[in-house]
């Protein structure tokens, strides 16, 4: 439907004598004399041939890269249509003493206002919906801090719950995807982050070279990418370069197929509960609590790095599996999983002490050493305290130990020791 409306704008515009070049090769629209053809060329190249890829292009998509053919059509566009705007201009055909002395016309930059303006115009609207979105319903800045950063895509707001978790939808716009090549996807929240004095310049500049290689290894086919992730034991996604152990090879290669939530079921796995699950198929929600507690964690390590010092990793076995899932079990309030996997890891020779230890490391602000936590806390901004208060409350309410938790143990202990 958006060729047959742009076919139909462009024919009628050049028919009344106008020139157009939009996102099109400008030697092949000169070429082209058929008012018709030359129209359906236009609006085929605007909205994106994708039988018009070039030959390495065809075979990663037949190959590598199943979606190569938007990857390839979609940032060039922006390109071709910011250039050929100089030659849309009056009866401009080319000229270099033309071209410059349209660069400075008025003409030429309302013409480059409206691309631009065109352009964002969804992404205008979807910032405005969500400023709105935030008066509605009742969510401060700190609430919405860190949401893009989570899942590295664009988000709409569509309400709040009464325990306080954020419902979303995500969204991906044409411009958003182009701008992703140079980790900008989120323009608006990047051009804060860098105001605020969150993210430098040299910090923009490097994501922006990563992130073509990363978004080319993390689109490739999704047999190959699972493949080498279950045969590596780390994930890739949705960093590259900061790949993160897998701890359970079975719901991962499951995930690829979207039945990581049955799974889950299945295999007796932490659950949030069917509802919330299911809805978890087309919204996200979204914890501020939990997503500050996590936005904390990257803090930390982003410091770390930048002081030199290795990161706290693990390596993934049976007991430290069975811990982990104790704690995400109560996370989610699952009852019968804590006690479940709290089992496990005691028959698994897990003490009550190990699990006070492996709780005091996940504390916020636990990564730092010691000698550097006052550097640490000078160099976070107003905002950034506020986050980490907001995360150490998080992780007191539902992680700490409370009086059921500890007569959940008391019990397991007895049953284990009462054991033959």
């Known amino acids: 439907m958006l060729r047959l409306a742009a076919f139909r704008y462009f024919k009628a515009e050049l028919a009344k004598g106008k020139t157009f070049y939009a996102a099109s090769d400008r030697d092949q629209v000169n070429a082209e004399k058929n008012l018709d053809r030359r129209a359906a060329l236009l609006a085929r190249d605007l909205v994106g041939d994708y039988g018009n890829i070039s030959k390495g292009g065809q075979w990663l998509r037949e190959r590598m890269i199943p979606f190569w053919s938007w990857m390839e059509i979609n940032a060039p566009r922006y390109v071709r249509i910011f250039r050929n705007a100089a030659y849309e201009v009056g009866n401009n055909r080319g000229s270099v003493g033309g071209r410059m002395s349209l660069v400075l016309s008025k003409k030429l930059a309302g013409k480059y206002a409206r691309h631009a303006f065109t352009a964002t115009m969804l992404y205008t609207l979807i910032a405005l919906w969500n400023e709105e979105a935030k008066r509605l319903f009742d969510i401060d800045d700190d609430e919405v801090e860190g949401l893009y950063e989570e899942r590295r895509q664009y988000y709409i707001i569509l309400g709040k719950r009464k325990d306080g978790t954020l419902i979303t939808l995500r969204f991906e716009g044409a411009l ?245």
Do not use: C
Request: glycine letters at 8%; zero cysteines; proline letters at 6%.
């Open 176 to 420: 958003s995807d182009a701008l992703d090549w140079f980790a900008l996807g989120n323009l608006p929240e990047t051009i804060k982050n860098v105001y605020q004095g969150k993210k430098s310049g040299k910090e923009i500049a490097s994501d922006a070279l990563h992130e073509p290689i990363n978004r080319v290894v993390n689109a490739s086919h999704p047999f190959l990418k699972t493949f080498f992730e279950v045969t590596t034991g780390k994930t890739i996604f949705p960093d590259i370069w900061k790949a993160r152990p897998i701890r359970d090879r079975q719901e991962h290669f499951w995930k690829m197929l979207s039945l990581d939530i049955p799974y889950r079921y299945i295999a007796g796995k932490p659950v949030r509960g069917m509802g919330t699950d299911i809805q978890g198929l087309l919204l996200y929600s979204n914890d501020p609590g939990e997503r500050a507690y996590w936005g904390a964690r990257r803090m930390e390590y982003d410091f770390l790095d930048k002081e030199g010092k290795e990161r706290p990793g693990f390596v993934p076995n049976k007991k430290s599996n069975a811990l982990y899932y104790f704690k995400q079990a109560r996370r989610f309030n699952d009852e019968k999983a804590a006690k479940k996997y709290f089992m496990e890891y005691i028959h698994l020779g897990g003490t009550k002490k190990g699990l006070g230890s492996s709780l005091e490391k996940g504390r916020p602000g636990s990564s730092i050493p010691k000698p550097l936590r006052g550097k640490f806390k000078a160099q976070l901004s107003p905002q950034q305290e506020r986050s980490f208060s907001q995360a150490r409350e998080w992780y007191q309410k539902h992680m700490a130990l409370n009086e059921s938790d500890m007569q959940m143990i008391t019990e397991a202990l007895k049953t284990i020791r009462e054991e033959p």
